[in-house]
């Protein structure tokens, strides 16, 4: 929506006055190019269906180690869609979230009841004036005691928002300010595009009208997304990578895109809903199909090179044919390439 504050600091330092339905500014306003009000937009499914007593929420999730998260939002609001798509298209910070919080969803202008944690009784939106909310989405961090740790009024780019996590997981509050925390970590911004090599396939895509029997080599992944850029910037670009990318038709697709394609099926339909179709749920995902467009094989995890490079040569070589297991094919590629001088580091 409107003043989504893109500086960093002044949107977690401003005050926020409680505003109401009418006072809103509509949510196309100044937004970003290409987004636009998207309606309601569902949540993950790992959020917490809670009962909105808030005193009980950050019980449990004390006895489970973990911290509360408030996520406000609301219907419209694209800014909530990109914290969705984006930042949670991204298994690191899915994995961050799901392993160290509790995240509960409220409606700014919901009428659900909420028990807030002086035992008060009240509707979500009045919660939420309560709380002072005027921006969506907004996020609210709270200790074991129910204090906010941070609060995060608007939008963050995938790279501060992962500083949030590891900040309120760590309890590093007991040390240091998270200005403090985040000058040092200084966690560096995604390029903010496709990467579309030269010699990848191009649009039109009719992957149904290929020439020959390569494998074809789907990347689904979006444009602010860190382990992407280290998949293309680096990974892809080592010798042994390149050699093995050679023997596939390789296209990169938008997996939040409307670009018009062609499966290998022969059905016409977008990027975005075909990763739909597939279940594609992460940036990167590497999906693999042999020369007859049947899907054989897909990494969707964050992978170093050796594992990157041994999906490739998995597919390419045909190994997936005879050896059903990847972990043993991967162990047994391991050992064959370190009794020939080659040491594999995983974490390279």
Same mark, same amino acid.
């Given at each position: 929506?409107?003043?989504?504050?893109?500086?960093?600091?002044?949107?977690?330092?401003?005050?926020?006055?409680?505003?109401?339905?009418?006072?809103?500014?509509?949510?196309?306003?100044?937004?970003?190019?290409?987004?636009?009000?998207?309606?309601?937009h569902e949540q993950p499914e790992w959020f917490k269906q809670s009962f909105l007593d808030l005193r009980e929420d950050i019980a449990e999730a004390s006895e489970a180690g973990r911290r509360l998260v408030l996520y406000?939002?609301?219907?419209?609001?694209?800014?909530?869609?990109?914290?969705?798509?984006?930042?949670?298209?991204?298994r690191d910070i899915v994995d961050k979230t799901r392993g160290n919080f509790d995240v509960v969803a409220i409606n700014m202008w919901g009428d659900r009841e909420v028990t807030d944690l002086d035992g008060e009784l009240?509707?979500?939106?009045?919660?939420?004036?309560?709380?002072?909310?005027?921006?969506?989405?907004?996020?609210?961090?709270?200790?074991?005691?129910?204090?906010?740790?941070?609060?995060?009024?608007?939008?963050?780019?995938?790279?501060?928002?992962?500083?949030?996590?590891?900040?309120?997981?760590? #309890?590093?509050?007991?040390?240091?300010?998270? #200005?403090?925390?985040?000058?040092?970590?200084?966690?560096?911004?995604?390029?903010? #595009?496709?990467?579309?090599?030269?010699?990848?396939?191009?649009?039109?895509?009719?992957?149904?009208?290929?020439?020959?029997?390569?494998?074809?080599?789907?990347?689904?992944?979006?444009?602010?997304?860190?382990?992407?850029?280290?998949?293309?910037?680096?990974?892809?670009? #080592?010798?042994?990578?390149?050699?093995?990318?050679?023997?596939?038709?390789?296209?990169?697709?938008?997996?939040?895109?409307?670009?018009?394609?062609?499966?290998?099926?022969?059905?016409?339909?977008?990027?975005?809903?075909?990763?739909?179709?597939?279940?594609?749920?992460?940036?990167?995902?590497?999906?693999?199909?042999?020369?007859?467009?049947?899907?054989?094989?897909?990494?969707e995890a964050y992978l170093k090179a050796f594992h990157i490079q041994s999906a490739m040569d998995y597919v390419a070589s045909g190994a997936y044919r005879e050896q059903p297991s990847f972990q043993r094919f991967i162990?047994?590629?391991?050992?064959?390439?370190?009794?020939?001088?080659?040491?594999?580091?995983?974490?390279?």
């Amino acid at each position: 929506m409107k003043s989504m504050l893109p500086l960093f600091w002044l949107a977690l330092f401003s005050i926020a006055l409680p505003l109401s339905a009418e006072t809103l500014p509509a949510a196309e306003d100044g937004l970003e190019p290409g987004m636009v009000n998207p309606g309601y937009h569902e949540q993950p499914e790992w959020f917490k269906q809670s009962f909105l007593d808030l005193r009980e929420d950050i019980a449990e999730a004390s006895e489970a180690g973990r911290r509360l998260v408030l996520y406000f939002y609301q219907d419209g609001c694209p800014y909530c869609k990109k914290l969705l798509e984006t930042n949670f298209s991204q298994r690191d910070i899915v994995d961050k979230t799901r392993g160290n919080f509790d995240v509960v969803a409220i409606n700014m202008w919901g009428d659900r009841e909420v028990t807030d944690l002086d035992g008060e009784l009240m509707t979500e939106k009045r919660f939420a004036e309560k709380m002072r909310v005027m921006f969506t989405p907004t996020l609210l961090f709270l200790d074991e005691q129910g204090d906010v740790v941070v609060r995060l009024n608007g939008y963050y780019p995938p790279h501060q928002f992962e500083t949030v996590l590891d900040y309120v997981a760590g #309890r590093h509050e007991k040390d240091e300010p998270l #200005r403090a925390f985040f000058e040092k970590r200084a966690p560096p911004a995604a390029s903010g #595009r496709l990467h579309r090599e030269p010699g990848f396939l191009s649009p039109p895509y009719r992957f149904d009208r290929r020439n020959g029997d390569r494998p074809l080599l789907v990347l689904f992944e979006q444009r602010e997304c860190p382990p992407c850029d280290e998949l293309h910037m680096d990974i892809l670009k #080592r010798p042994e990578s390149r050699a093995l990318l050679e023997r596939f038709d390789v296209a990169v697709l938008d997996m939040w895109g409307k670009e018009p394609l062609v499966t290998p099926a022969g059905e016409p339909t977008t990027s975005s809903e075909w990763a739909r179709q597939l279940g594609v749920q992460y940036a990167p995902t590497m999906v693999f199909f042999d020369g007859s467009g049947r899907e054989v094989f897909r990494a969707e995890a964050y992978l170093k090179a050796f594992h990157i490079q041994s999906a490739m040569d998995y597919v390419a070589s045909g190994a997936y044919r005879e050896q059903p297991s990847f972990q043993r094919f991967i162990q047994a590629r391991a050992d064959r390439l370190e009794s020939q001088g080659v040491h594999i580091d995983l974490m390279q």
